[in-house]
Each structure stands twice: as C-alpha cells, then as structure tokens.
C-alpha cells in the first residue's frame, strides 16, 4: 500500500519552517536582509566611490541633486599606488590614484590639455558658470611624475620625463591624447547625489550597511551569549540562584538604554568595537528574560526530570535538552534585538555619539545632514533614514515571521 509523501512525519521544526517559508512578509523581510549582506561583503567592489571610507572628496560638486552628472578630467596624483589583491580591496577599498576634477570643456593645446573648471550652474539661466582655466601637461595627467620634473620634447613631437620612481620614461604626444580622450576624460554621474564634501552619497549608503550589520550581529551575539547563560541558570536552579540574577536583570533594566549605552561609550571611548559592546551590553536582559520563563516551564516536563533521574550533568541537560527545544523564542527575540541595535547605533551616530567620521554610516550621514532638511534638499536626510527605516523594518518582518510560525495555534 502505497504511502502519500504529504503523510510523511515532518518534526515540529520542519513544520514550523514550511509555515515561516510561507509568510510572503517575512520572506521579503529575508530577502531584503540577504542583499543588504552580499552588498555589505562585496563593499568597495560595487560601490562607484572605492575609496577607503568612501572619502573620495570632490569641494566642486558638494550638495548635488540626485541624477547629477558631470565631465570629470582624471589627473594622476604625483605618488606610488600600492598593488592590492581583490580581497583586500572588498574589505578595505583602495586609494584612488587619480584627482578628480570636474570640468565645463577642454582643450588639447600643444604638449598641454587647457580645461574650464566646472563652477555650478546659474539658477535664472540653468546655464552653466564660467569657471577658473587651468592647464595640465599631458604626461601629468597620465603618468604620476617627480615633482618639479623638467620635461622636454624631442624628435618631433616626443616627451621625456622622470616617473614617481625615478625612472625616465618616453611616449608621444599624441599617444597620451588619444589615453586622455579615452581613459582620462569620463562622465561621472551621482546616483543619489552627493554630500557636504562633495562626496557619492550612493557609495556611502552603500558601505554604511556594514556598520548596521555588524552592529546588529556583535551585538546580538553578545546579548544572546550573556542572555542564555544568565536566563538558563535562574531559570533551571531558581532559588537564591534566580532571586540574584533577577536583581541583576531588574537593575539593568530599570536603566534607559541610551542613557546605558552613553556611559559605556563615554567611559570606554568612541571606538568602533567600544559601539558594538556597549550596544550588545544593553539588550540581554531580554535574552534572559525568555529564556529564564521558557526553562522553567521546560524543566518540569518528563523527559528532563527522566534525563536528570538518569545521572546527566546539569550542563548536558541545559545545551542539549532545554536550550534547543526554545530555539523558536530565542530566533523572534534575536530578530527584534537586531533591528533594536541597528536603530541605537543609528541614534548614537545622529546624536554625535557613535560611529567616528569619514567611517561611512547611516546614523553618521544623518547627522551630518539633518540641516539640509528644511533648506530644499531633504533627499540628504531621507536617504539615510528610508535605509534605517528599511532594514528595520526587515528584521522586524522576519522576526513576526518566525514568532508566527512557532505559534502552532494561530496555525491550526
């Protein structure tokens, strides 16, 4: 007789994943979440601006719309570029060789490229201003050379000159046009426009991601580890056991978070790593909170009073026992822990008490341009804040997910 596969037995774990896989909020929460984490691991890679702390900073075009373009004449910069592998560019970016200099026209003269700086655009007119004229040879535009080098040309038309090295180096005049033409003159656009200092406020939305994830994860695994500690031993002894761990958890709790977090920061430094402690200090209270309810409620269940009667050391029973079978809880508060820590170190970044500057971060562009709010360029501020609000709402969204599909009677 043949058996259905539908009638198979499924765990309650696996039940509970085909419930959560089939909550359409909870699986656009997920997938919301893992783009924001292959963004955040490829980094520099992707973002137009792979500059270290995208700190790529261009005076000339601060405080452009989204959309904004503009012709951009590359300069190479008078100093070595270091070689990096591929790895190390997605962790920590890369120093641009080039000078970015945003330009109206050019003109090749002689052994020269003559550029018209860019200088805005008249409002009345939308027209553009007629900018500063400034000449660059072209072996410099192409080829970082010694300072105070003398070049010279030769056989009709050639230029010699000493590179950054020392080294001398020979090529033609109209092989560096025709380089310069082709690599060295680019339209530039800025997706989102760019900030105060002139810089791509994609690339930074982009990298800031990171900080909310890391912040996020740190955070909750030091709230989960200190969490399930605390909470499974109150829980499992009770007793004076659970009476001095509870005076710790009230204590904590009775404390506002901020307020808890502001003397950490302030007492331990501004340090990257001092942020994602004091934020993960102040949120495992509600760890042990579930966990210390869930535990006594399992201990008394016959199958751990049958491990204990069978000799199983306390901390077996805890791990392999207890602690698996309050996964689900332990998942929905994880899941609201991480969209708490990513709104706290947005909220200490925005109040000038978290993540350092050019360090690129959500809370950090928020404080730098909440100004700009009310002044006819609110896409500063909202940028940043619609990327808190999103990946907020995210967790949140996963989280419902999980708590649903452990609620096995709101699913009967």
């Known amino acids: 007789m043949s058996t259905n596969s539908n009638n ?44 270290p702390n995208v700190n790529d900073q261009v005076p000339d075009i601060a405080l452009k719309h989204p959309g904004f373009s503009t012709q951009i004449l590359k300069v190479r910069k008078n100093r070595i570029t270091e070689n990096q592998n591929i790895l190390t560019t997605m962790i920590y970016g890369k120093s641009n060789p ?12 002689g052994d020269s490229i003559m550029v018209e700086e860019y200088a ?96 996020g994860l740190i955070a909750v695994g030091i709230s989960l580890t200190i969490g399930l500690f605390m909470g499974a031993l109150a829980g499992y002894f009770g007793g004076r056991v659970d009476d001095f761990i509870m005076l710790i958890i009230n204590t904590v709790w009775s404390i506002p978070t901020l307020l808890l977090v502001f003397a950490i920061v302030l007492a331990m430094g501004r340090g990257i790593g001092i942020i994602f402690l004091a934020v993960g200090l102040t ?12 535990v006594m409620s399992l201990k008394e269940i016959q199958f751990i009073e049958a491990a204990q009667s069978m000799g199983f050391r306390t901390f077996r029973i805890i791990s392999k026992h207890i602690l698996p079978n309050i996964l689900g809880p332990v998942m929905v508060i994880a899941a609201a822990n991480f969209a708490m ?26 404080n730098e341009n909440y100004g700009y709010a009310l002044s006819g360029k609110p896409f500063l501020a909202l940028i940043p804040a619609l990327a808190i609000m999103s990946l907020v709402l995210a967790f949140n969204l996963v989280g419902n997910g999980f708590r649903d599909a452990i609620d096995v009677k709101s699913n009967h």
């Open 8 to 51: 198979k037995y499924q765990s309650p774990n696996q039940r509970a994943w085909q419930r959560f896989f089939k909550n359409k909020p909870a699986i656009f929460g997920l997938g919301w979440i893992l783009l924001c984490i292959v963004i955040a691991l490829l980094g520099y890679l992707i973002a137009p601006d792979g500059t």
């Open 98 to 109: 080039d000078r970015m200099i945003p330009i109206n026209s050019f003109e090749f003269v």
């Open 120 to 215: 805005g655009v008249n409002p009345e007119t939308n027209e553009l201003n007629i900018g500063d004229v400034e000449s660059f040879h072209l072996a410099d535009v192409v080829f970082p050379i010694e300072p105070n080098n003398s070049m010279f040309e030769y056989d009709g038309g050639n230029v010699a000159f000493n590179n950054i090295e020392g080294e001398l180096q020979r090529t033609s005049l109209p092989i560096l046009e025709q380089t310069i033409r082709k690599d060295f003159l680019i339209k530039k656009s800025y997706l989102l426009g760019t900030d105060l200092y002139g810089r791509d406020l994609f690339s930074r939305l982009l990298l800031g991601v990171r900080i909310s994830l890391l912040v």
């Open 283 to 294: 949120m495992w209270v509600d760890v042990a909170r579930i966990v210390r309810g869930q």
């Open 341 to 366: 820590a990513i709104l706290i170190e947005a909220g200490l970044s925005y109040l000038g008490f978290g993540i350092k500057p050019p360090t690129p971060s959500w809370g950090t562009m928020l």
